[in-house]
Every structure is written in structure tokens, then in C-alpha cells.
């Protein structure tokens, strides 16, 4: 009986539609049926037209944003090679250099070209700093993953004036070592939780500190520091964590800090002194040496 009346109100509610008697959907509500809902809705009668098939070119593949950079990289440095020059080698002492490639000398000839330009009788000028400008590769195994900057502090084999002393924090809480450190000259001594009480109040600006130097037994507390010193966080691999406050200080007072810039994402560029013109060219060599063993121990390990 339920299901002649549900069929019966359902075969009513069509005819109403199809003779447009009803603007809406309708809803019919039987009592104590099986089907308490219906609900009728207009049916699209027209033909469904698919949409037209894009077909992507197989040839194309996709290119990683990286890798397009490091692809215009390449085709500039492509394109300067391909600049037209005069010859290999200049056949005079002075030439204009766009007509010829750079040209390549040892470090001890190089610094014996130096050293005769820097001589009272031209430049006058023995007591010059002497740069090393190198280019760094920071391409890793992986096309689309690149190192980061490096920056690292060593002392040479000879050492020479340089700068203005840095100011380094200490962070401890022995008394012997914040009455060494304030005899060292550090601009800030403090343990781990007084310093960010500090920074937080504005008193301390982490950015006056060069390098921050951490004793073993703050090792635990200076993590929440992380965020605000970052490449200067105390670490023991870098020699600015340790039992020995002494040995630090002479690291970080005494040693030549260096730290690379990224031209692109795998090229980055690295100045440093080198020494004075006026110390033995075997004294410039081997502090050379010393910068380039160093360098090389930031080399990653996937490579």
C-alpha cells in the first residue's frame, strides 16, 4: 500500500513539473511510509559536450628554478668566452686587458709582480696588504641542493697586524674564568641566562658581538641564544665551546676570521688577508696554504 502511494504522489509531482506548475523542487512528506523524503530535481536534457583534450609536448620537461638560474650562469660565462681576442698571451708589458684573457701566474710570481709595483721608487706602498679573491663552488652532488656560506676563524703560520681587535661575549658562570675573561679585555661577560634577560631588555645588542666564546659547564643553557647569534653560536667543532678559556681567546682574539658571499646559489666569492708585501714570500705562501686547508674542511660530505 505504501509503496502505490509513494509511486502514485511521485508520478503526480512530474506531471506538475513538466507542466510547470512548480517553480522549485518538490518535496512530498508521507506519513507512516517507508519513504518520508522526495525530492525531484530538473534533469539537463541537452548533450554534454566534452572538453577538447590539451595534449602537452612530450619534448618539453620540466625545469627546477634553480636549475634555470645555474643554466643563465653558465650561458654568461659562455658568452664572455666567446669574446673575440687579440691573442693568448700579450707581447707587450702593458696591454689593455679586454683584448686579452686573464692571465694566470704562481702565487710566488704573482707576489714578486707585486712586490716590484710597491717598491719607494714606483708605488711606495711595502707596507700594503696583500688579498686573496677566490671563487668558491657550492654545487653539491644533487643539481638542486647548493652549500651555504661558509665562515670559520684560524690563526696562521704568520701572523701580521690586521684590523681592530674584535669584541667577543663570553658566556659562563665560573668566577675564575669571568675574572679571566674581563682581564682578556671581553666586552661582555655573563651566564647564559642573565645576558638574554639583557638582549631582551634591550640593554645588550646581540649584533655588537663578533664571536661569542661559551664554557663547558654552560653548554646546557645557552640553546634558547641559538636564534639570536646564529653562525656565532658557540659550538665545539669551531673551537667558541670548551673547557679552556684561554685557548679560545687566543683562537678568536688572535686568528683572522673569514666568511664567504653568494653571487648565485652555486657560486660564492671569498676575500682574505693574505699578509704585508713587505714579509718573505714563503711567509705569504704559507699563510696561503693555511687559508686553502682550511676552506677545504668545509667541503660537504655528499660530495
Known amino acids: 500500500m505504501a509503496a502505490s502511494i509513494a509511486k502514485t504522489t511521485l508520478a503526480n509531482i512530474k506531471n506538475l513539473w513538466s507542466c510547470n506548475q512548480l517553480s522549485r523542487p518538490a518535496i ?3 506519513d507512516n511510509s517507508p519513504v ?3 525530492q525531484v ?8 559536450v566534452k572538453d577538447a583534450k590539451v595534449e602537452a609536448d612530450k619534448n618539453e620537461r620540466f625545469i627546477p628554478k634553480k636549475l634555470k638560474k645555474a643554466s643563465a650562469a653558465v650561458l654568461t660565462e659562455t658568452v664572455q668566452k666567446e669574446v673575440k681576442i687579440l691573442a693568448q698571451n700579450p707581447v707587450d708589458n702593458v ?3 679586454n683584448h686579452y684573457p686573464p692571465q694566470k701566474y704562481s702565487f710566488e710570481n704573482a707576489i714578486e709582480k707585486h712586490k716590484a709595483f710597491a717598491q719607494p721608487e714606483m708605488l711606495n706602498n711595502l707596507q ?3 688579498f686573496l679573491d677566490m671563487r668558491l663552488d657550492f654545487s653539491m652532488s644533487k643539481k638542486t641542493k647548493f652549500m651555504s656560506n661558509i665562515r670559520s676563524t684560524l690563526r696562521l703560520p704568520h701572523e701580521f697586524p690586521y684590523g681592530s681587535p674584535p669584541n667577543i661575549l663570553v658566556l659562563t658562570k665560573n668566577e675564575d674564568n669571568v675574572t679571566l675573561a674581563s682581564s682578556l679585555g671581553a666586552k661582555h661577560v655573563g651566564a647564559p641566562d642573565k645576558v638574554m634577560k639583557l638582549i631582551q631588555t634591550g640593554v645588550v645588542n646581540p649584533k655588537d ?4 666564546l661559551c664554557t663547558a659547564e654552560c653548554a646546557s643553557e645557552i640553546l634558547p641564544l641559538r636564534s639570536l647569534f646564529r653562525d656565532r653560536f658557540p659550538q665545539k667543532a669551531k673551537g667558541s665551546l670548551g673547557p679552556d678559556l684561554k685557548v679560545m681567546w687566543d683562537l678568536y682574539y688572535n686568528g683572522y676570521t673569514y666568511e664567504s658571499q653568494k653571487i648565485s646559489d652555486a657560486v660564492g666569492r671569498l676575500q682574505v688577508p693574505v699578509g704585508l708585501l713587505e714579509q718573505p714570500t714563503e711567509e705569504l705562501k704559507e699563510n696561503f696554504t693555511a687559508y686553502v686547508n682550511d676552506i677545504c674542511q668545509h667541503r660537504s660530505v655528499a660530495l
Do not use: C, D, P, S
Request: net charge positive; glycine share 4%; proline share 0%.
Open 28 to 30: 512530498a512528506l508521507l
Open 95 to 97: 696591454w689593455i686587458r
Open 209 to 212: 658581538f663578533e664571536h661569542v
Open 41 to 48: 530535481r530538473y534533469r539537463n536534457k541537452k548533450q554534454h
Open 36 to 38: 518520508t523524503f522526495l
Open 128 to 130: 700594503g696588504l696583500v
